[in-house]
């Protein structure tokens, strides 16, 4: 299903698009990662550490042959990283950093295979947080990123994609597990192009027709058998057809399995070279970059959206997936307002790093593609699995959040024994909206704000039993805004014969409100705590 599509053919024709001589094929080894489907957490902790130690030495051991020889991988997602880090030595991480510096060793920006079509765009973003925090720790950069397996994609990846530094991306599909019709996917009108953004950015995106299998070319194992896709690529005139360039690419070996712990690849290398045709052991990237180099002047630019389809699936646990949504938002205010208490509070977020980064990572973990929940893994251990990585999520936010709003309150002056409210506003632009907060009087109250001492609209309502004063807290000022300009804006409830409850505590707004406002309502005491 093609909803958008936007064409710039600059012309494949002429001298430039003569078969090179030799043609230069790349095979690129890889294991495509089924998490929580082919295998359990723990086991596929084991199965990626023994990869990459295997490749490794592989790496080591072949180091002396030239170059298109060399042994090289690819992991399809930084979680590999992670899971690396985390379980070997500083020494032994270093080690990995290294070869991917070198390219024997590549990895995407996002953290496994995921359903973009079902993920927020800020999920997408804050996915790729820990691969980012790598290329600046190590000083390097990951100009990959993919999306497999499904046979959708949406259009906005793109633009998220080549914002975060992706330069090139390739697609093989499963062909399964779908209703969408498989004729289109066999006959695709790019076989590689610069995939285009609403905003004019750019991926160079390999997405070739399915020739048969997902084992074959246009599948996600395009080099299960390494050996024979280079004949076909070679030979095969129905592909040459359609795919007229000198420099070829077959990506993917693991398939399904578990691991891949092998040197067919580097083997098949050495044996398929001829005179006509040289075979590269690749990394992926330095495929891209000789095409790029060769033909890329050449490409259409395309920008369309095939809609989606297992991106749905994550609707199966919909009030899980919307906690998720919520939780992005909450969020924003915590880090907005982390953000300004930071400022006179330097060490606000030390010992916080740990279940940030992992709340980070985890926000790509919950739309792992695998949501059919058909594999060797029970579908109730997959389910308790995403509640677990959605706890970790909300329990980092609550608690930055809270603790947050617990911090500004205590910077914001008191004067009097009037208890005061700070509204705050997370977003990039002024809002006016209602800030519901608990009601502190049991007799009228009025509003005023501190700063002009005009009297700000309220109300006294009752939600779920509870009475909550409604205050319009107007024109409140972004928050990028009100840091600038080194300003916060507050509202004061004045009421005389009220007084601050002696052990005040952090509440949340009552959950009927908490759509109608964007704004992060919170009641300072004179002891500078919150209620909200």
């Known amino acids: 299903l093609v909803i958008a599509s936007l064409l710039c053919w600059e012309g494949l024709s002429g001298p430039a698009l003569m078969a090179q001589t030799p043609k230069r094929i790349y095979l690129a080894n890889d294991d495509h990662t089924d998490y929580m489907w082919t295998a359990d957490e723990a086991t596929y ?43 070997r030595t500083a020494a032994d991480f270093a080690r990995v950093i290294s070869r991917i510096k070198d390219g024997h060793l590549s990895v995407p920006l996002n953290p ?28 390097f950069r990951i100009p990959l990123a993919i999306a497999m397996e499904d046979q959708t994609h949406p259009y906005g990846l793109t633009g998220l994609w080549a914002g975060a530094g992706v330069k090139y991306s390739w697609k093989g599909v499963c062909g399964c597990v779908t209703r969408l019709p498989l004729a289109p996917l066999a006959q695709r009108d790019h076989e590689i192009y610069w995939m285009t953004g609403a905003d004019g950015s750019r991926v160079l995106m390999k997405w070739n027709s399915l020739f048969g299998s997902n084992t074959s070319i246009g599948g996600y194992a395009e080099a299960r058998d390494a050996a024979s896709v280079v004949s076909f690529i070679d030979s095969n005139t129905t592909f040459t057809s359609r795919y007229p360039f000198g420099v070829a690419g077959a990506f993917g070996k693991g398939w ?105 990572i985890d926000f790509g973990l919950y739309f792992e593609h695998d949501w059919t929940g058909d594999g060797p893994v029970p579908r109730t251990a997959r389910a308790d699995w995403q509640r677990r990585i959605a706890a970790e999520i909300n329990t980092y936010v609550d608690q930055l959040h ?50 002009t001492g005009v009297e700000v609209p309220s109300q006294v309502v009752t939600v779920a039993g509870q009475s909550r004063l409604q205050v319009l807290a107007s024109n409140i000022p972004a928050a990028s805004a009100a840091e600038r300009a080194g300003r916060r804006r507050t509202r004061s409830t004045i009421a005389p014969h009220i007084r601050p409850s002696p052990s005040p505590r952090l509440r949340r707004p009552a959950s009927g409100m908490r759509s109608r406002s964007t704004l992060s309502p919170s009641r ?8 909200s």
């Open 112 to 139: 496994l295979v995921t359903v973009y079509g079902g993920m927020p765009a800020e999920a997408v973003l804050r996915a790729m947080y820990y691969a980012g925090q790598l290329e600046r720790r190590f000083s």
């Open 256 to 360: 399904d399995d578990l691991q891949t712990l092998d040197d067919q690849v580097l083997n098949a290398a050495v044996s398929q070279s001829n005179t006509s045709r040289q075979v590269y052991v690749s990394n992926q990237i330095d495929f891209f970059q000789d095409f790029e180099t060769t033909y890329g002047a050449q490409l259409p630019s395309v920008g369309e959206s095939y809609g989606n389809e297992w991106d749905l699936l994550v609707a199966s646990m919909s009030e899980l997936s919307a906690g998720i949504k919520r939780a992005l938002s909450k969020l924003r205010a915590a880090e907005a307002m982390a953000t300004l208490v930071s400022l006179k509070s330097a060490a606000f977020m030390n010992g916080r790093q740990a279940a940030r980064d992992k709340a980070m």
């Open 45 to 87: 902790r084991q199965a990626f550490l023994g990869m990459i130690d295997y490749y490794l030495a592989q790496a080591d051991r072949t180091a002396a042959n030239p170059s298109p020889r060399q042994g090289r991988f690819n992991m399809d997602g930084s979680f590999w990283l992670w899971e690396y880090e985390h379980n």
């Open 524 to 531: 300072e005491s004179s002891a500078g705590s919150t209620v």
């Open 402 to 451: 809270s603790d947050a709003a617990t911090a500004l309150a205590g910077q914001v002056a008191m004067s009097g024994s009037n208890t005061r409210f700070f509204a705050f506003n997370p977003l990039g632009w002024s809002r006016t909206d209602i800030a519901d907060v608990p009601n502190p009087a049991t007799g009228p109250v009025h509003v005023v704000d501190v700063s």
